[in-house]
């Protein structure tokens, strides 16, 4: 049986900034233009946090029964590993996705959003159908498409637009920066993964590309938010806040292009999500008080 820590390991605590951060911008925004309410924005932190935790205990699950993470490089899989039964890992799936479904719904009560129900209901979709069923598009490439979308333009608007009826130019080049962090985080992931991935038939984006490729994309995804923060601070100079994340993501960059490989592409992850972390909190305060 699986200790705690071990669940909350399983859990992978360093995904968490992708489903803080899109939150924090968006609600930023939403500040920004006078919608902004504290309930709300609760409720839709939960809830994404409650979407990621689903989604990184049915990855342990999918993967684990595929055995796809018997030789795993990186943190715990509960599955994988045999410190939890597969069944025992699918309710806890099944449970944190409900929750988060269940603080969907609460939200477009409250806000009388009901388009909402449908984009709440196509994330749950997309968070099994990463690498669960029979074709999941996280092994055919995709997945860093999918993170861009749902991590990104999907959560940062949504955000907003539940709380102030309305999206903006500015609030989607945010949605796009963020996007482009979360994919990083992901790809970062996966150019740790090409050896083993390659050898159990896990067609990432990385696997596709090749090391030295995948490398590349890193570096050009992760320079987008602050391309982006230039172009945000011609509006709302405030947002030029977010350079504040450099810092934190240039060691990320260089550990990535002095060629690392196996564990010690493990703080490229963390980097790159405290980077995003950052990055999305200096922005929320440029758009609100912008």
């Known amino acids: 049986m699986a200790s705690l820590a071990q669940w909350i390991e399983g859990a992978r605590p360093r995904t968490l900034p992708n489903a803080v951060a899109p939150v924090l911008v968006g609600s930023g925004a939403a500040y920004g233009v006078g919608g902004f309410s504290w309930l709300h924005t609760a409720l839709i932190l939960l809830m994404s946090l409650a979407l990621i935790v689903g989604v990184n205990y049915a990855n342990d699950y999918s993967d684990g029964i595929r055995g796809t993470d018997e030789d795993r490089v990186g943190p715990l899989r ?80 949504g955000t907003l637009f539940v709380q102030a009826d309305m999206v903006s130019g500015v609030s989607i080049g945010a949605a796009v920066a963020v996007g482009a962090f979360s994919s990083a985080v992901l790809i970062a992931n996966n150019l740790r993964d090409i050896p083993t991935d390659s050898e159990t038939g896990k067609l990432t984006l990385a696997v596709r590309l090749g090391d030295r490729d995948t490398r590349s994309l890193y570096t050009a995804v992760l320079a987008v938010p602050f391309l982006m923060t230039v172009l945000l601070g011609l509006r709302q100079p405030l947002t030029l806040l977010g350079f504040l994340a450099l810092p934190i993501a240039i060691p990320a960059l260089r550990r990535v292009l002095g060629g690392r490989t196996g564990m010690e592409l493990i703080p490229v992850l963390r980097d790159t999500g405290m980077a995003m972390l950052v990055w999305s909190i200096g922005t929320s305060i440029g758009l609100a008080l912008g």
């Open 78 to 157: 509960l599955v994988g590993s045999g410190a939890a039964k597969p069944k025992t890992v699918l309710i806890a799936a099944w449970a944190s996705l409900g929750l988060a479904a269940v603080l969907g719904v609460t939200v477009v009560v409250l806000t009388g959003q009901w388009l909402m129900l449908a984009v709440g209901a196509l994330c749950i979709v997309a968070a099994w159908f990463y690498t669960g069923g029979k074709r999941p598009y996280g092994y055919s490439g995709f997945g860093e498409l999918a993170v861009f979308v749902f991590f990104g333009l999907v959560a940062v608007l």
